[in-house]
């Protein structure tokens, strides 16, 4: 069956440190997104990829950076980690032809200390 | 861009009673609403939607309803079970140069009391 994973699932680092979570999904979806989810604000929008070599800012991108090199991995880079980017990531993917749905990564819990 | 209100931010109701989540969005260009069911330690997944050019979709126990011109969409769930128990997100899509972008409500913590 298709399905979106994420890894590591658990992560601890320290501030300054440059961080990357990963995204694989084998849906085929062209449409990739990445959300931080923090209590009291939902999820929240970090970058989005429509396809390979397209990438855009969400509404809170900063200290963060993607890259789109194939259709099946968008993964997610803290340049340089912060206390205020501990976090839930969720990484979501969906179908550019129609479908609007998102299917959503079990999420990586990130710990910045 | 878009605004999407959801309330109540938490609800507790007795086994076998409705429960009921209420979002509100604020662009009127807005055309699909998905709901979300996150369980805890677990990523949201998609539990029922609709899109604009319908009023009404029901699925077993649950059902959504949609109205365009007060721009309000809710989710109903009868019957209430523990296995309901869980954080609902309710979400606006809209088309934007091309691509449809998606805003997410903050959450609604449902517990259902066995």
């Known amino acids: 069956d298709a399905e979106i994973t994420q890894s590591p699932r658990h992560k601890i680092t320290e501030t300054g440190r440059q961080v990357t979570l990963a995204c694989h999904q084998t849906?085929?979806?062209?449409?990739m997104f990445w959300y931080r989810q923090d209590l009291g604000h939902g999820l929240r929008l970090i970058h989005y990829?429509?396809?390979?070599?397209?990438?855009n800012k969400g509404e809170v991108s900063d200290g963060y950076s993607v890259s789109r090199s194939n259709t099946e991995d968008l993964p997610l880079t803290l340049e340089s980690a912060a206390s205020s980017q501990t976090s839930v990531y969720f990484c979501?993917?969906?179908?550019?032809?129609?479908?609007?749905?998102?299917?959503f990564g079990p999420g990586t819990r990130l710990t910045v200390l | 861009g878009e605004n999407v209100e959801q309330h109540p931010s938490t609800l507790s109701v007795q086994e076998g009673d409705s429960a009921v989540i209420k979002c509100t969005y604020s662009?009127?260009?807005?055309?699909?609403f998905p709901w979300y069911k996150q369980e805890l330690g677990k990523g949201p997944q998609l539990i029922i939607d609709i899109r604009s050019n319908v009023g009404e979709k029901k699925d077993q126990r649950i059902a959504v309803t949609l109205n365009k011109t007060a721009k309000h969409f809710s989710l109903h769930i009868t019957e209430t079970q523990p296995e309901d128990s869980a954080v609902y997100f309710c979400?606006?899509?809209?088309?934007?140069?091309?691509?449809?972008?998606?805003?997410f409500g903050t959450g609604t913590k449902l517990q259902v009391i066995p």
């Open positions: 662009d009127s260009a807005s055309n699909y």
């Open positions: 990829s429509y396809g390979v070599q397209d990438t």
């Open positions: 849906w085929n979806h062209n449409n």
């Open positions: 979501a993917s969906s179908n550019s032809g129609g479908s609007d749905t998102q299917y």
């Open positions: 979400a606006a899509s809209m088309n934007s140069g091309g691509y449809q972008k998606v805003t």
